[in-house]
């Protein structure tokens, strides 16, 4: 039995302390979530990781991106030791923000991805289509591609750990969601993608979220989809309030 998973994503947003104030107030978010077998996390930006994990060490906490080396000339980069060192064991790879403006490649995610597992983290990595990508009824051949090349050398041990996050490019922040049935449909197609690499047993354990301008009134139809363990959140996940509705609406 898959256990359901919310995600925060917070992009580059809060201050060090609104950050903290968050962790805070939401340890007994944690607590009444966990209570109802979901676990939640948030990813805050690189400079708020560890405060969060200070003030708040049973939330799942996440890095936006890492770099694949552990150490070396990649200025501006922050690596995976790095991450472990704040207790920080969760890592975005390939939101589409950073596939778009910082042109990370499915090649790219896939050695992070590596990199992740190797040094025993649990990466959630993103894929979704463009728009134009969407209308010109490409969505799977796009899927298909960033599945696999990003998939590409893990083992079946990886998969049962690793999150996948379908996020339709054009549903990001932009209010329009992608509806339930193309959710079902795209999480779907991604597990017997799974499947068809790593097998069964792999397919049945990786867990698969939708994103892509979720709400408290919207969660609760996407996660009762037979492949949607869960969702990724930008927007609604910024405050603790609406946090709490998207819990409270699911059960
Ligand atoms: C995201 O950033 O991954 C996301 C899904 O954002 P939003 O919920 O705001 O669309």
Redesign the pocket.
Known sequence: MRRKLLFG?W?MNKTREEAKAFAEEAKELDRFAKAHNIDIGVAPTFLSLCGVRKVNPDLCVAAQNCHFEDHGAFTGEISIPMLLDLGVTWCLIG???RRTYFGETNEACNKKLKALFANNMTPIY?VGETLAEFEANKTKDVIKEQVLVGLEGLTKENVKKLVI?Y?PVW????GKNASTTIAEDICGYIRELVKGVFGEEASEEVRILY????KPENVKAYLGEKDVDGA??????LKVESFRQLIENIL
């Open positions: 994503n992009k939101h589409s923000e993103c996050a996020e549903s990001i922040g932009t994103g892509g301008s979720v990724l959140v930008g927007g609604a996940s």
